[in-house]
């Protein structure tokens, strides 16, 4: 899992933190380690949280499939063995310091027609039906905003 500057998702940020602006878009694709045409990659779910260990209030992003926040767009999920999408980076970063992602991805084999990854968005949660799959949980992180440094370093030196 890794952020892009663009929709194009060529090149993956390294930069660690990930500093950005508030309403920045920013991208986020989800790839098998290696191309692999037989499996799909689904993004079930994905939250915002100001800690790494999501112990405290999160902010959901992706749902069951669906999107949660006004400014995701889902550019693919679960046809492929990537998924991608966008999002603003929002009011959590203005509040909190750091904001860490979490997803939950579900690898199906391309044959099975009754997967999680063809069932696409749901409002409501079945019961797991006898379909094979995997499940994994990625985090990527962090995301700070732009100046927030300096700000923070302004206001201990004002102390």
Known sequence: MAFYPSSSF??????????VNLNQQLYVQVQLTQAESSLHLFMDSCVASPNH??????YDLIRNGCRR???VYIYRNGNR???QFSFS??????????????????ICP???????CRQGCRNRRK???SSDHHTEVLTLGPITL???????AKMEDKV
Do not use: M, Q, W
């Open 146 to 152: 732009k100046g927030a440094e300096e700000a923070e």
């Open 53 to 58: 260990d999501y112990s405290s209030r999160t």
């Open 81 to 83: 063995y990537f998924a």
């Open 89 to 106: 980076a929002f009011k959590f970063l203005s509040t909190h310091s750091k904001v860490f992602l979490r997803c939950d991805v579900v």
């Open 69 to 71: 926040d006004n400014t």
């Open 110 to 116: 391309d044959n099975d027609y009754n997967s999680r």
């Open 10 to 19: 060529y090149y993956p940020i390294t930069d660690s933190p990930y500093r």
């Open 127 to 129: 019961r797991s039906t």
